[in-house]
């Protein structure tokens, strides 16, 4: 392997699981999303951002949203679904670091700052020091003895959280330890150097929780939800949540409306038609729908928000016939289009991408570097005449809704035009992450990708050639090494270089690559100011900023 990391350490930097091949999660394909820009360079801090309120703001009225479950229940460290970290309960807690958002973020961006902290300070490539704000209440100061915030909070929390078998344990995967180096200082050392572990710190399933609180009953799964973010829960019914503004909240001036209220609406018709009668302020939609809602409310808001690691991919199986061929896998690629299917399939909605999440744009290379790879059949039909034979192909595409579909069955055409013999063969959500993700049982599958939400947990996971869900039978000494060493590249410019010749490398070899990047659409009511998400590690914080014109 490569000079800085072995097999082992490989393992501990895959924060989505072990280093074994136990059956993924089902994707989360909407809202999902991903990761983190790298930590400063050594000795550097980075402060806290200071949020001002808008001027022009207006506080009061009700937030109302819609989320698509119900929960089984309260505890946050006992389950992985967003349901309950970003749309339930789990609103009401706060985490140490937290993805930025705001009208100037340029998404995709996984870049943090501080939530519970002031700062963090970069000892080596394995220490980081983290300053706790000293202002932190918590929402019963009865139940936690008029106490506040300390460094053992975080470390009870994150223990807690990592317990053997525990859903939200892997998180936190890559740390050795945490430890509570004075009342207001969290230190955090890892088993290895980890350019994205503080993406796990981030995430809105690692919440910092009350001692107190899960002495109650001995775990939360009932409650009480105490927490210190923005967000008192005042009700939780099996219909809806409704939470009150917190007005000891650590940074003046959020939240701007009095309550958030989210309702449990599982059927996306009866979301629409709520929002449609006013009776929610925000709403996600397909493309389809918003296109009948903007004619029906020429009033009402769309956000079209460019989210990473999460559409649709394609691969192909380098260990198995055809694609063993370099040649037939180039042919592929050349014969699609995908910005046609970005028009056509997705109406706009979507952007190619590498395939595993990226920290901000800037990683991501531009449509005239890709254009090499793509959309000439003429080179694609050269290549294949060099094979000598008529290539039998079997798409296998996972039943994730019609646009999937649709895709797969243009990229077929599009394979036949240049001289395969492709079939689609269209197969349940259940299989296809057995065959794909598990056991390797295809040619070529369209899909969508692993559920992970940093760029290690791909990198090292699906394209190094140790990795636990490399199914794809990729094998290059490049590859791993540029892998290798991105890993633990804490500079920001040296790591985007390496991702970008990441990205050729995949492409030069004909692997995989997301032609529809999800651009999810966020329709909102005419009243409606400040919204500006980031769902990177299925984020939360901007629900605090938005405020509603209350004007009569």
């Given at each position: 392997m490569?000079?800085?990391?072995?097999?082992?350490?490989l393992?501990?930097?895959?924060?989505?699981t072990?280093?074994?091949?136990a059956?993924?999660?089902?994707?989360?394909?909407?809202?999902?999303?991903?990761?983190?820009?790298?930590?400063?360079?050594a000795?550097?801090?980075s402060?806290?951002?200071v949020?001002s309120?808008?001027?022009?703001a207006?506080?009061g009225g009700?937030?109302?949203?819609?989320?698509?479950?119900?929960?089984?229940?309260?505890?946050?460290h006992?389950?992985?679904?967003?349901a309950?970290?970003?749309?339930?309960?789990?609103?009401a807690?706060?985490?140490?670091?937290r993805?930025?958002?705001g009208?100037?973020v340029?998404?995709?961006?996984l870049?943090?700052e501080?939530?519970?902290c002031?700062?963090?300070?970069?000892?080596?490539?394995r220490?980081?020091v983290?300053?706790?704000?000293p202002?932190?209440?918590?929402?019963d100061?009865?139940?936690?003895?008029?106490?506040?915030?300390?460094?053992?909070?975080?470390?009870f929390?994150?223990?807690?959280?990592?317990?053997?078998?525990?859903?939200?344990?892997?998180?936190?995967?890559?740390?050795?330890?945490?430890?509570?180096?004075?009342?207001l200082?969290l230190?955090?050392?890892?088993?290895?150097?980890?350019?994205?572990?503080?993406?796990?710190?981030?995430?809105?399933?690692?919440k910092v929780?009350?001692?107190?609180a899960?002495?109650?009953?001995?775990d939360?799964?009932?409650?009480?939800?105490v927490?210190?973010?923005?967000w008192?829960?005042?009700?939780?019914?099996?219909?809806?949540?409704?939470?009150?503004?917190?007005?000891d909240?650590?940074e003046e001036?959020?939240?701007?409306?009095?309550?958030?209220?989210?309702?449990?609406?599982?059927?996306?018709?009866?979301r629409?038609?709520?929002f449609?009668?006013s009776l929610?302020d925000i709403?996600e939609?397909?493309?389809?729908?918003?296109l009948?809602?903007?004619?029906?409310?020429?009033?009402?808001?769309?956000?079209?928000?460019?989210e990473?690691?999460?559409?649709l991919?394609?691969g192909?199986?380098?260990?198995r016939p055809p694609?063993d061929?370099?040649r037939?896998?180039r042919?592929?690629?050349?014969?699609?289009?995908?910005?046609?299917?970005?028009?056509?399939?997705?109406?706009?909605a979507?952007?190619?991408?590498?395939?595993?999440?990226?920290?901000?744009?800037?990683?991501?290379?531009?449509?005239?570097?890709?254009?090499k790879?793509?959309?000439?059949?003429?080179?694609?039909?050269?290549l294949?005449?060099?094979?000598?034979?008529?290539?039998?192909v079997?798409?296998?595409?996972?039943?994730?809704?019609?646009?999937?579909?649709?895709?797969?069955?243009?990229?077929?055409?599009?394979?036949?035009?240049?001289g395969?013999?492709?079939?689609?063969e269209?197969?349940?959500?259940?299989?296809?992450?057995d065959?794909?993700?598990?056991?390797?049982?295809?040619?070529m599958?369209?899909?969508?990708?692993?559920?992970?939400?940093?760029?290690?947990?791909?990198l090292?996971s699906?394209?190094?050639?140790?990795?636990?869900w490399?199914?794809?039978g990729?094998a290059?000494?490049e590859?791993?090494r540029?892998?290798?060493?991105?890993?633990?590249?804490?500079?920001p410019?040296?790591?985007?270089?390496?991702?970008q010749r990441?990205?050729?490398r995949?492409?030069?070899?004909a692997i995989s690559y997301m032609?529809?990047t999800r651009v999810?659409?966020?329709?909102s009511?005419?009243?409606?100011?400040?919204?500006?998400?980031?769902?990177?590690?299925?984020e939360?914080?901007?629900w605090a900023r938005?405020?509603?014109d209350?004007?009569p």
């Amino acid at each position: 392997m490569g000079t800085l990391m072995g097999l082992a350490a490989l393992c501990l930097v895959v924060l989505f699981t072990s280093c074994s091949r136990a059956t993924p999660a089902p994707p989360i394909i909407t809202p999902t999303a991903t990761t983190v820009a790298a930590p400063p360079t050594a000795a550097v801090m980075s402060t806290k951002a200071v949020l001002s309120p808008d001027p022009n703001a207006r506080y009061g009225g009700s937030l109302r949203l819609a989320a698509p479950e119900g929960l089984a229940h309260f505890d946050v460290h006992l389950d992985a679904l967003p349901a309950l970290s970003s749309w339930g309960p789990g609103l009401a807690y706060s985490r140490l670091l937290r993805f930025v958002s705001g009208p100037d973020v340029e998404l995709p961006n996984l870049a943090v700052e501080c939530d519970l902290c002031l700062r963090w300070t970069m000892e080596d490539d394995r220490a980081f020091v983290f300053e706790l704000r000293p202002d932190v209440q918590w929402h019963d100061p009865d139940l936690v003895g008029g106490r506040t915030l300390s460094a053992d909070d975080p470390v009870f929390s994150y223990e807690r959280q990592r317990q053997p078998g525990a859903p939200n344990a892997a998180l936190l995967g890559s740390v050795a330890s945490f430890e509570a180096a004075g009342p207001l200082e969290l230190r955090v050392t890892l088993a290895a150097p980890d350019a994205d572990f503080m993406l796990g710190l981030a995430d809105a399933r690692s919440k910092v929780v009350a001692r107190e609180a899960v002495a109650v009953t001995g775990d939360l799964r009932g409650g009480p939800t105490v927490g210190t973010g923005p967000w008192r829960l005042a009700d939780a019914q099996d219909f809806a949540y409704t939470f009150g503004r917190n007005p000891d909240y650590f940074e003046e001036g959020f939240p701007y409306a009095e309550t958030l209220q989210v309702n449990i609406v599982d059927d996306p018709e009866a979301r629409d038609a709520a929002f449609r009668t006013s009776l929610l302020d925000i709403v996600e939609m397909e493309p389809q729908e918003w296109l009948a809602v903007r004619e029906d409310m020429p009033d009402a808001q769309a956000l079209f928000v460019k989210e990473t690691g999460t559409g649709l991919e394609v691969g192909l199986n380098a260990a198995r016939p055809p694609f063993d061929d370099l040649r037939v896998r180039r042919a592929v690629f050349l014969a699609q289009d995908p910005w046609g299917a970005i028009e056509s399939v997705w109406l706009g909605a979507a952007y190619v991408s590498p395939g595993f999440p990226v920290a901000d744009p800037s990683w991501l290379l531009e449509r005239a570097d890709l254009a090499k790879y793509f959309a000439d059949p003429d080179a694609a039909r050269r290549l294949l005449s060099k094979t000598g034979e008529l290539e039998s192909v079997t798409i296998r595409v996972g039943n994730y809704g019609e646009a999937y579909r649709a895709h797969a069955e243009r990229l077929a055409e599009e394979m036949r035009d240049v001289g395969f013999d492709a079939r689609v063969e269209v197969v349940n959500r259940t299989i296809f992450g057995d065959a794909v993700w598990l056991s390797g049982d295809y040619q070529m599958f369209v899909g969508p990708p692993l559920p992970v939400t940093a760029p290690n947990a791909y990198l090292l996971s699906v394209l190094h050639s140790g990795g636990a869900w490399n199914t794809g039978g990729i094998a290059d000494a490049e590859l791993d090494r540029l892998i290798e060493a991105q890993a633990a590249e804490y500079d920001p410019a040296a790591r985007r270089d390496l991702i970008q010749r990441i990205e050729r490398r995949m492409l030069d070899l004909a692997i995989s690559y997301m032609p529809a990047t999800r651009v999810s659409i966020s329709v909102s009511q005419p009243s409606i100011r400040g919204f500006h998400p980031n769902f990177a590690g299925f984020e939360y914080t901007h629900w605090a900023r938005v405020w509603i014109d209350l004007q009569p």
